[in-house]
């Protein structure tokens, strides 16, 4: 019974709210009902909405839950919201994948990875909000290092930057670096920030 | 060389002019175009004859100045580091002699790099291959004022700039029709009678709605000393101009040129 109106709830909740719900989020105004409890609710959910028959589903995006149109319906809904679709040049989804698996990153080592000037793009990518300045790096003049934002994985419909479509694996071509080496993605850490700084930036309303 | 040329028309209006356009396949960067000469020439990635993929790579740049495209100076960086190789690997080095000890393949950093911008170009394949918002899916977009931030539901009025100002007036005026027939003699009408008009008009009211002044009136001469009285006014600091929100209504009240009574307004400005 309470399962029952609790998935209501959580609906309700879900659908109203302006950004993607977190499970904290969500269990903080829902403080009477049990962590695992709610949890479990969302998986009926988006088991009960997982239905071709209908014109949304519950997404899980950057570990946050939000109602999204399906894929099938994309086109009549272009229809209506006249606004530019998202599309992405070659250059930007680039710079992109390089910032998403190599972060955090500098500017001249995507331009080393890319072989052409990426200026341009880090700045529009900047501005689209997609990546952002995460600090700077201890060498030598300080550069700028990047990394990839909350909106990134919401906008790639990805719920952490662990599924990011893995790397052909490719062996190793032995030889260092030319660049310092990066270590491997702390991927928690990572993400933990990322959400973390977005959430104060957007001033988590409530 | 096969350089997928492709022929474009200009545009389909002038599908009579014989002048076309030649497209070149695009290329990313210096790297992008070697993986393509390198594909095209089915080469072994990780055993590149520089001298051929040189030679390539040259062609193509020299084709590019012939048709007068600009080059990038990263195309040419690459060019030189290309025939640095090529060099290098002409030279009887230690790698030549005993290829296990120290002293890499002079190809070894660009392979490496060539390697790992495949990789990157193919995550980035993928990436679009992903289901986008805004593109495939749709989410809610929210502007209910219910909904909206403190921040942006502040109370306090907008102080309104010239331009905001501007404007207004210019939907005013493209509501009001040009007609200018029979014309016999135009009952003008100064800009200081308006200042007067709107400043007794103030004394009745208090507050006036910036879009009332110009109702019921269609001479466009007339509106235009309207707007002109309103600057006016404002530059000699006898009215203050506000709007409560964005596109909301703009608002026009006495400003009080007292001193003392200055912050009773200013209270009274931030309840309105």
Sequence with gaps: MTACRLKSILESLIFISEEPMSLDRLCSILQEYDRDLIRTCILQLQAEYDNPERGIFLAEVAKRYQFRTREENGGYVRRLVKTKTSRFSQSALETLAITAYRQPITRAEIEYLRGVDSGGVIKTLLEKKLIKILGKKDIPGRPLIYGTTRYFLEMFSLRDLKSLPTLREIEDLVVEGTYEQQEELPLEGILQTTTDETSTLTGDKG | ?272
């Excluded at chain 2, 495209?69 to 230690?94: C, H, N, W, Y």
């Excluded at chain 2, 800009?191 to 208090?206: H, Y």
């Design chain 2, 1 to 272: 060389m096969d350089l997928n040329l492709s022929e474009d028309y200009i545009d389909s209006s002038d599908r009579y002019d014989v002048s076309y356009k030649v497209r070149l396949e695009k290329f990313e960067g210096p790297l992008d175009l070697l993986l393509y000469l390198i594909k095209k020439s089915e080469l072994d990635i990780y055993d590149v004859p520089i001298a051929i993929i040189t030679k390539q790579y040259l062609e193509y740049i020299k084709l590019l100045k012939e048709l007068n495209l600009e080059i990038a100076g990263d195309f040419l960086v690459m060019a030189s580091t290309l025939i640095q190789i090529k060099s290098s690997m002409l030279l009887p080095s230690r790698y030549e002699e005993n290829p296990d000890e120290e002293g890499e393949d002079p190809r070894a950093e660009l392979i490496r790099r060539l390697v790992e911008y495949s990789r990157y170009k193919e995550a980035a394949l993928r990436l679009n291959d992903q289901k986008l918002l805004g593109r495939e899916l749709f989410a809610r977009s929210f502007v209910s004022k219910e909904l909206q931030s403190d921040t942006l539901m502040s109370s306090e009025p907008l102080e309104l700039d010239l331009f905001a100002l501007i404007e207004a007036f210019r939907g005013i005026l493209i509501k009001t029709p040009h007609e200018s027939f029979h014309e016999v003699s135009a009952e003008s009408i100064s800009i200081a009678e308006r200042i007067n008009e709107i400043l007794s008009l103030l004394q009745e009211k208090e507050l006036l709605d910036f879009a009332e002044l110009f109702e019921n009136c269609a001479d466009r001469d007339y509106l235009v000393a309207t707007f002109l009285a309103i600057l006016e006014l404002c530059k000699l600091r006898l009215i203050r101009v506000r709007q409560q929100e964005q596109y909301g209504s703009i608002w026009i009240r006495p400003a009080v040129v007292e001193t003392s009574d200055r912050h009773e307004q200013e209270d009274k400005g931030d309840s309105l």
